[in-house]
């Protein structure tokens, strides 16, 4: 039997997906996407989890699509047709995801691999790895939301550099310039995430979700309509048991213990505001 294109492990409040085609550095097929989909579809649906962790078997995190797949075929590829089934489906899913979605990038993160590595909210990457935006050396546009994702990054300089260019850059530049949150050495890269993925599964996850909505609106409002976006989700943010949690937790000089639940009916009562140490 063959194996399964992504592994899920289900851990104490989150769980870690990894690709799994080492043989072709995880490069991305019809398979993957979907299983993808599933595991991300079954991660939503599991009030226990609170975050995710996104890895790649082996001695790279995600070589990108594999052209093999659609060569093999033997019809003409649709590309546009295939980003609209497959993988624009599988980023909006990643960034509407209701919790934190970490990447730990294990070696090289290409093309679509990459740029599914910056959909996640949180990326570590090994001192080793490499990005790069592969396209261009095969005639195609950045996808996978890599033109959206590296001028908010890293800026229009350097994102028109990267996809003009193709040229990979080391994880440490990555981290210098913005584009990743941090650089782990090697050995170390796994635990960290996991140790980031354990801190998010004891947080307020309604919180978390509603701070995501938020940074991705901002991308693209004005400052009223930010304001106004701000209100809504502060609004629903302080109707959860956290929010109570979390004030009695302060006022009690402990540590809070959230649940990670929405209010089941109606508003939580909350307390009065704490001014500057709310």
Do not use: H
């Amino acid at each position: 039997m063959a194996e399964a294109p992504v592994l899920v492990e289900i851990r104490a409040g989150y769980r870690v997906l990894t690709l799994n085609r080492p043989a072709r550095l995880n490069a991305l097929t019809e398979a993957v996407q979907g299983a993808l989909m599933t595991a991300l579809a079954e991660a939503e649906a599991d009030a226990a989890t609170r975050a995710l962790l996104l890895t790649g078997a082996g001695r790279g995190f995600c070589a990108g699509q594999d052209l093999a797949e659609s060569a093999n075929t033997g019809q003409a590829l649709d590309a546009g047709a295939a980003l609209d089934r497959r993988y624009n489906p599988l980023v909006r899913k990643m960034r509407a995801a209701p919790f934190p979605i970490v990447a730990a990038v294990n070696g090289v993160a290409a093309g679509a691999g990459a740029n599914l590595a910056l959909a996640c909210d949180i990326v570590l990457a090994a001192r080793s790895a490499s990005f790069v935006q592969s396209f261009a050396r095969i005639g195609l546009v950045p996808d996978c939301g890599g033109t959206w994702f590296l001028p908010r990054l890293v800026g229009a300089a350097r994102a028109r550099a990267l996809a003009l260019l193709a040229e990979p850059i080391p994880a440490e530049k990555a981290e210098a310039w913005g584009l990743i949150w941090k650089v782990i050495d090697d050995a170390m890269l796994l635990s960290e995430a996991e140790l980031l993925c354990a801190q998010f599964a004891k947080a307020p996850t309604v919180a978390l979700g509603l701070i995501k909505r938020a940074l991705d609106a901002a991308e693209t409002n004005d400052l009223s309509t930010q304001l106004d976006l701000e209100r809504d989700l502060q609004r629903e943010a302080a109707s959860t048991p956290d929010f109570s949690e979390g004030v009695l937790a302060f006022l009690e000089k402990r540590a809070a213990a959230f649940t990670g639940r929405r209010a089941a009916t109606g508003r939580v009562g909350a307390p009065e505001p704490l001014g500057r140490d709310r």
